[in-house]
C-alpha cells in the first residue's frame, strides 16, 4: 500500500479525493484527509470506508509531524500561506509534496533540501497556475522541437459561469473567492511586451484595454493583462520573445462595465469609510460622486461616466441593485472594495443549480523557415454541479495525477518545482484528457502584431 | 542683545533673513546662521558683517549643542525630518523653537516636556501651513465672536507664476519642489465633507472634479481636492460643520491638461522602468500606449484620451515635446514619475527674471440669526525676483515675525503648537499686513451647497 495524506478539504479538493478513491483499488493506495473541519472531509468521501478522516490543524506541530511521518506523499489543498509548515516537515521526515499554489520564496528556499533527499515539492499544478503551464509548454518544446523560434505567447484563463447558467447581464458569477476579483489588478501597473517593447497598463486603465477572443463553440470572451505577464518568460525560455501577454477572460462588455467600479473608486481596498455600518447601497454609491441637494443619485452616476440612457451597461448597474435607498451595508467600518464585494454577492453568487466553467485560450506564434505561423490552443471545462466544479475538476484532477505518477515513479526529477518539464506534463496532460480536459490546437494564420513586417 | 540661531539658509530662508537683519537694531538681535554651506548663507546676508555664519551640521551633535547652548530661540528652515535632532537640544538647553513644517510624531511627543519647560515650539508658521491656520482662524473667531454658526469651510492654497511671467499653456511652472507636484494627489482617495456626506475621489478622478475660483483682478482660478480635508477639523473647532474641503490651487485648463498624465500612467512612482536610460521622450509616451506598427504615437495618444485635433489641450503637449524621438530620457531605471518630471523641467523651469506668485482663498460659511451667510478672504503674494520669491516671502515672514513675538514675550503659551489662537495669529498678521501681505475679506452672497434648504 502507498500511502496519500491530504491536508485540506475544502472546495477545490472534491475532484481530487474522488480521482485518487477511484484509482485507490488498482493503485493501492490508503489515503488519509486531515482538516479542522471533519465533516468537510467527510462530505468529500461519502460512504467509503478505506479513507481515513483525520483531525489535522496545521499549526499543532504534533499532529502534523506524525500525519506527515505515517505517509509517502503529502497534498497540500491549504491557503498557499500555510504550505510552509507542510514542507517542513516533508524535508524532515522525507515525504515527496504537491501543491496547486504559487511557489512562494519560503517554499523555493527549500529546493537545495529537497533536491539532496530526492525528493519532488511539484507545486502550481493546478489550473492557473498549472494546466496552463503544462498546455502551453507542450506547443512551446513541440514548436522548438521542429526547429521554429517562438515570436509571440500570449495566454488567458476565465473563471466564469457555464452558458446554461449565464443568467445575469454581466455574464458573470463568482464561482471562486469573490475578493479577488474585485481587487483584481490592483497593486501596480500591468506590463507586457509587445514586439519588443514594454507597454505598461494602469489599474484604472486595465479595463479598457481589453482584446477579443473566440472560443469554439462558445462564442466570444474578453480579456483583460494580468500585472506581470513576464513572470515565466524566463522559465518557459522565451528570453528572445517579442511579445508576452497573459490576461484575465470574461464575457465580452464585463470590463466595460466593471471600469465604471474602478472609476468611481470603489474597488479601493486601502482605507475604510467610517459610517460604513449605517450606509445605504445608494449612500455608498453616492459617496464617490459630487453632492447636489437636487440631482439624483443615478443622474450624477450617469453624468460622472457619461453613460447614455440607452447603453446597455446602464441596465448593468440597475440589475446589481446599487441604488436601493433601504439595502443596507452594515459591515463596521469597510473598504469600499469589502462593501461592493458584499453588494456583488447578492447577485453574482451560484444558485444550487449553476454550474461553472474554466475557460482557456493561448496563442503561439513562431518563425520556421522564414514564415511566420500560429497556433491557438483552447480548453473548456464545465462543472457537473456545485460540489464537482469545472474549478475544483481543474485544479484538483492535475493534482491527483501528479501525486500518482510521483508514487509510481514516472516523475522523478527533485527538487521544488513547477510543471513545465515534458517529463511532467506528458503523463499529466495525456491523463486530463481521458478524463475530459482536452486541448483543442490548430494552426491558424499568423494574426500578431505586424504581421506584414511594416 | 537676544541671540537668534538659524539653522538653514536654503531657498525660503531669504525674507526672513532680510526681515530679522532689517530689524536686528531696534530690536537688539544677534543672530547666527548655520548651514553646512557657509556661501548659501553669506549670499543670503551680503555684506552685513553683523550676522554670524557658522558651519554647523545638524547631525554633528556637538556642534549643534554648542550653537543651540549659545542662542535663545532656534529657527530650524532644514526640511522637515530634521528638525526633530535640534528640537530635542532646545528641550534640554531651555530654547524656543520655531519651524514652518507640519507638526512630526517625534515632534509632537515633546509637548509635555516643551510645556513644563515654559518653552514655545511653534510649527506650521510658513504659508501652507501658517498663513492658511492663521487667516482662517481670524474669521472662524470672528464669526464665533458675533454668534454666527461654521457650516462651510473651504480653503485653498496655489503656488503658481507671477501673471507678467505667465509664458506656457499651462499657466505653470516649478516654484518649488517639482517631485511633490508630480505625485500630487497620490498615496489614496482625497476624502471631505460636503452637507455631512463624506466624499471621496480616487487619485485617478482627482484632476477632473475641480471647482472655479475668482480673484479679484486675478481672474479665475481652479481647485483640486487634497487628500485629507479632514486634518484640521477637530483643531479648527469645526466638529460640527457640514461642509469641509481644502485644495490647491492652479490656472483654467491645468488640471484637464494634467488628468492626460493620471491616466496614462505616468505619474506613477511605484516602479522602475528597466530601460529608461535608452529611452527617447517618444519611446516613454509609447510605452503607456498599445503597439501598432504603423499608427503614430500622436495618434494613438490622442485616440487613448479621447482629444480632438482642435482641442487647445494637445498643444499643450506639443508644447512639452513630449513626442520627440531624439531627446533622451537619461535617467538609469527611473520611475515614471522621475522620467515625466525630467520632462517637465524642461519647460517648466523659472528663467532668471520669472517671479512666482502665492494665492489663496478661503470660503466661510455661516448662519446667523437663521440666514446663511459666506464671508470670501483672498490673498496674492508676488515675488521680485528669483532669490526674493513669494514662496519665501509667505513662508519666511511670519516665520521671522514669530520669532520676534516669542522673544519678545508676545507670544508665551508654551508647548509644541501650530498658529491658530488669537494671541498668535493677531500680532502676526497685523505685521505681515505692514509688509504687504493682506487678506481681501468680503461678505458675499451664501454660495455654498444647498443654499435654498431643498
Redesign the interface.
Known amino acids: 500500500m502507498r500511502k496519500i495524506l491530504i491536508i485540506g478539504a475544502g472546495k477545490s479538493s472534491s475532484y481530487l479525493i474522488k480521482y485518487l478513491i477511484d484509482k485507490s483499488a488498482s493503485e493501492n493506495l490508503e489515503m488519509t484527509i486531515g482538516d479542522v473541519n471533519l465533516d468537510n472531509a467527510r462530505a468529500l468521501i461519502g460512504s467509503n470506508s478505506q479513507v481515513k478522516v483525520i483531525h489535522l490543524d496545521i499549526f499543532n506541530a504534533e499532529s502534523r509531524s506524525t500525519a506527515i511521518k505515517n505517509t509517502d506523499i503529502v497534498v497540500s489543498m491549504l491557503p498557499a500561506r500555510f504550505h510552509i509548515e507542510a514542507a517542513k516537515d516533508c524535508i524532515a521526515y522525507k515525504k515527496h509534496m504537491v501543491t496547486a499554489s504559487y511557489v512562494s520564496d519560503e517554499m523555493q528556499a527549500l529546493d537545495e533540501e529537497a533536491t539532496s533527499n530526492g525528493l519532488v515539492f511539484m507545486n502550481e499544478i493546478g489550473v492557473d497556475p498549472g494546466i496552463d503551464h503544462m498546455s502551453a509548454m507542450k506547443v512551446i518544446d513541440s514548436i522548438r522541437d521542429k526547429g521554429g523560434k517562438m515570436i509571440l505567447f500570449e495566454s488567458f484563463t476565465g473563471g466564469l459561469v457555464a452558458p446554461e447558467s449565464d443568467t445575469n447581464l454581466w455574464n458573470y458569477k463568482f464561482t471562486w473567492n469573490p475578493r479577488n476579483v474585485v481587487v483584481a489588478g490592483q497593486g501596480?501597473?500591468a506590463?507586457f511586451l509587445?514586439?519588443n517593447?514594454?507597454?505598461?497598463?494602469?489599474y484604472?486603465?486595465l479595463f479598457r484595454?481589453t482584446e477579443f477572443l473566440e472560443v469554439e463553440g462558445y462564442g466570444r470572451f474578453e480579456a483583460y493583462a494580468n500585472r506581470d505577464s513576464l513572470k515565466y518568460q524566463h522559465v518557459y525560455g522565451l528570453d528572445q520573445i517579442k511579445t508576452l501577454y497573459r490576461g484575465t477572460m470574461r464575457r465580452v462588455g464585463f470590463s466595460r462595465a466593471w471600469n465604471v467600479f474602478v472609476?468611481?473608486?470603489m474597488t479601493?481596498d486601502?482605507?475604510t469609510?467610517?459610517?460604513s455600518a449605517n450606509m445605504s447601497y445608494r449612500?455608498f454609491v453616492?459617496?464617490?460622486?459630487?453632492?447636489?441637494?437636487?440631482d439624483s443619485v443615478e443622474l450624477k452616476f450617469r453624468h460622472a461616466l457619461k453613460i447614455d440612457q440607452d447603453d446597455i451597461v446602464w441596465d448593468k448597474f440597475l440589475e446589481l441593485d446599487i441604488f436601493n435607498p433601504t439595502k443596507m451595508v452594515a459591515l463596521n467600518k469597510a473598504t469600499?472594495a469589502q462593501i461592493l464585494q458584499k453588494i456583488l454577492m447578492d447577485s453574482w453568487t451560484l444558485s444550487d443549480n449553476d454550474k461553472d466553467m474554466i475557460v482557456m485560450y493561448h496563442k503561439f506564434g513562431y518563425e520556421l523557415n522564414g514564415q511566420k505561423h500560429q497556433i491557438d490552443s483552447t480548453m473548456v471545462a464545465l462543472g457537473e454541479d456545485q460540489t464537482y466544479t469545472a474549478m475544483s475538476k481543474t485544479v484538483g484532477l492535475p493534482v491527483a495525477i501528479a501525486t500518482l505518477a510521483i508514487l509510481n515513479k514516472k516523475i522523478t526529477t527533485p527538487g521544488v518545482q513547477i510543471p513545465i518539464s515534458k517529463e511532467v506534463y506528458t503523463p499529466i496532460l495525456q491523463e486530463l484528457k481521458s478524463n475530459g480536459i482536452t486541448f483543442n490546437e490548430k494552426e491558424v494564420p499568423y494574426l500578431g502584431?505586424?504581421p506584414?513586417?511594416?
Open positions: 501596480g501597473a506590463k509587445q514586439e517593447q514594454f507597454k505598461y497598463i494602469p484604472h486603465r484595454r472609476q468611481l473608486g479601493d486601502s482605507y469609510i467610517d459610517d449612500d453616492n459617496a464617490f460622486l459630487p453632492y447636489s441637494p437636487t469600499p502584431y505586424n506584414l513586417n511594416v
